[in-house]
C-alpha cells in the first residue's frame, strides 16, 4: 500500500530533550516536506527536500532540522525543543515541487 | 498579506445542495493549485488538483481556477453529510507550498 508514515504518533516531552520525528514514504517520491498545523495559523511548510541531500527552508523553520539521506526518509529533529513548538505535525511526500502532496498520520507533539 | 485566503466559515448547507468554497491568492507566479479535505484529527486528504484556467471536475467535485482574478474555487455537488470537513485550499509557489487556514462545511441531513 503506498503510504507516508510517521513515527511516533503522540509524543509528550520537555523543554530541551532533542527529540526525532521520523518520516518515511514507499513510494519513490522525490519531494518530501514536513508542516506543522496549528489553529487559526494552518498547515505552515517547516522545511521541504527536492531530492537525496537537498534540503531547504520553508516558512518557519526557527528550532528545526532536517536530513535527507535515503529518498524514502526525511526526519525532523528539535535539537531543543520548546512549549511554542507544540503543535500537530505532519509529513508529506510528492511526485515533485509542484504535484500534488500525499500526507502521513501526523505527530501530535507536547513540549512542557 | 497572507499567500491564501479562505473564508474560515462555518458554511452549512443542506444535504443534496452544492456547497460553494472560495479561495483567494496573493502571487500570480502560482502554478500549481489543490483542494484537500481534513476531518478532525486527521491528515489532509487530496481531493482536486487543477494547473490551467478553467473548472476540472471529478464526480461530485468541480475546481474552477481563474488566475487573472487569482481565485480558485470549489464546488462540491449532491453534498453529503460525510463531506462535513474542513477543505484546505493550497498552491505551490516555486517549490514551496503555502496553504490556507480553511473552510469548516457542515452538511445538515
Known amino acids: 500500500e503506498a503510504q507516508v508514515t510517521q513515527n511516533p504518533r503522540y509524543l509528550i516531552t520537555v523543554t530541551g530533550k532533542k527529540l526525532t520525528v521520523t518520516c518515511s514514504q514507499n513510494m519513490n517520491h522525490e519531494y518530501m516536506s514536513w508542516y506543522r498545523q496549528d489553529p487559526g495559523l494552518g498547515l505552515r511548510q517547516i522545511y521541504y527536500s527536492m531530492n537525496v541531500e537537498v534540503t531547504d527552508k520553508g516558512d518557519v523553520p526557527e528550532g528545526y532540522k532536517v536530513s535527507r539521506k535515503e529518498k524514502r526518509n526525511f526526519p525532523l529533529i528539535l535539537e531543543s525543543p520548546s512549549p511554542n513548538q507544540t503543535s500537530l505535525y505532519f509529513c508529506?511526500?510528492?511526485?515533485?515541487?509542484?504535484?500534488?502532496?500525499?500526507f502521513g498520520p501526523g505527530t501530535r507533539l507536547t513540549v512542557l | 498579506q497572507k499567500e491564501v485566503e479562505q473564508n474560515s466559515g462555518p458554511l452549512s448547507v443542506p444535504e443534496g445542495a452544492i456547497a460553494s468554497l472560495n479561495c483567494t491568492y496573493s502571487d500570480r507566479g502560482s502554478q500549481s493549485f489543490f483542494w484537500y479535505r481534513q476531518y478532525s484529527g486527521k491528515s489532509p486528504e487530496l481531493i482536486m488538483s487543477?494547473?490551467?484556467?478553467g473548472d476540472q471536475e471529478d464526480g461530485r467535485f468541480t475546481a474552477q481556477l481563474n488566475k487573472a482574478s487569482q481565485y480558485v474555487s470549489l464546488l462540491i455537488r449532491d453534498s453529503q453529510p460525510s463531506d462535513s470537513a474542513t477543505y484546505l485550499c493550497a498552491l505551490n509557489t516555486g517549490n514551496q507550498f503555502y496553504f490556507g487556514t480553511g473552510t469548516s462545511l457542515t452538511v445538515i441531513p
Open positions: 487543477i494547473y490551467s484556467n
Open positions: 508529506a511526500s510528492s511526485p515533485g515541487g509542484k504535484n500534488e502532496q500525499f
